[in-house]
T-cell receptor
Framework: KAGVTQTPRYLIKTRGQQVTLSCSPISGHRSVSWYQQTPGQGLQFLFEYFSETQRNKGNFPGRFSGRQFSNSRSEMNVSTLELGDSALYLC?????????????FGEGSRLTVL | GQNIDQPTEMTATEGAIVQINCTYQTSGFNGLFWYQQHAGEAPTFLSYNVLDGLEEKGRFSSFLSRSKGYSYLLLKELQMKDSASYLCAVSSVSGGSYIPTFGRGTSLIVHP
């Protein structure tokens, strides 16, 4: 079956702009979580959605937001971009809320902020 | 809060055995898992331990001691393709669901 699909794969923005990233989970998976990955901080949890509801949010400013649609597809938005937002943004899906630990990751969207 | 420590980098020889350690401090512990991430690729699931002891899966094994807040990933018969980053992550209960907190990863370099 198809894996987790993220679009776009690469994008370049300038400071102050906003960006929207998209994630299509594996069919049948209802939980979608988002992570920011940087060389210095590793993988950091942004938020998790389950059945269109945000269940948890990581320690990121309000400029980072997300949503999930009825078909489980999810989007995340970053407004007023800063240089420090340059990172790989990974989406992961799982059947429930990740209790068994197995998350299926997409290949990520690499954001560069100039 | 959560705190996860693992070595930044390790090197090993093809055919050898390597052990990657992970120590953690967390509340609401619900399990520990390991992911492998090759450069430029998505992390892929390797193992999940919720009870103490050793879980073996082919060339890879993972061990957990909850009382010590300690886990290791053991890779046997190393192959060049095992060169990758290995991420230790702890699952904890938060807001009714289970949120993984990842360590910064151990970059393993396998040389001939």
């Amino acid at each position: 079956k198809a894996g987790v699909t993220q679009t776009p794969r690469y994008l370049i923005k300038t400071r102050g702009q906003q960006v929207t990233l998209s994630c299509s989970p594996i069919s049948g998976h209802r939980s979608v979580s988002w992570y920011q990955q940087t060389p210095g901080q590793g993988l950091q949890f942004l938020f998790e959605y389950f059945s269109e509801t945000q269940r948890n949010k990581g320690n990121f400013p309000g400029r980072f937001s997300g949503r999930q649609f009825s078909n489980s597809r999810s989007e995340m938005n970053v407004s007023t971009l800063e240089l420090g937002d340059s990172a790989l943004y990974l989406c992961a899906s799982s059947r429930s809320s990740g209790r068994t630990g197995e998350l299926f990751f997409g290949e990520g969207s690499r954001l560069t902020v100039l | 809060g959560q705190n996860i420590d693992q070595p930044t980098e390790m090197t090993a020889t093809e055919g050898a055995i390597v052990q990657i350690n992970c120590t953690y401090q967390t509340s609401g512990f619900n399990g520990l898992f390991w992911y492998q991430q090759h450069a430029g690729e998505a992390p892929t699931f390797l193992s999940y331990n919720v009870l103490d002891g050793l879980e073996e899966k082919g060339r890879f094994s993972s061990f957990l001691s909850r009382s010590k807040g300690y886990s290791y990933l053991l890779l046997k018969e190393l192959q060049m393709k095992d060169s990758a980053s290995y991420l230790c992550a702890v699952s904890s209960v938060s807001g009714g669901s289970y949120i993984p907190t990842f360590g910064r990863g151990t970059s393993l370099i396998v040389h001939p």
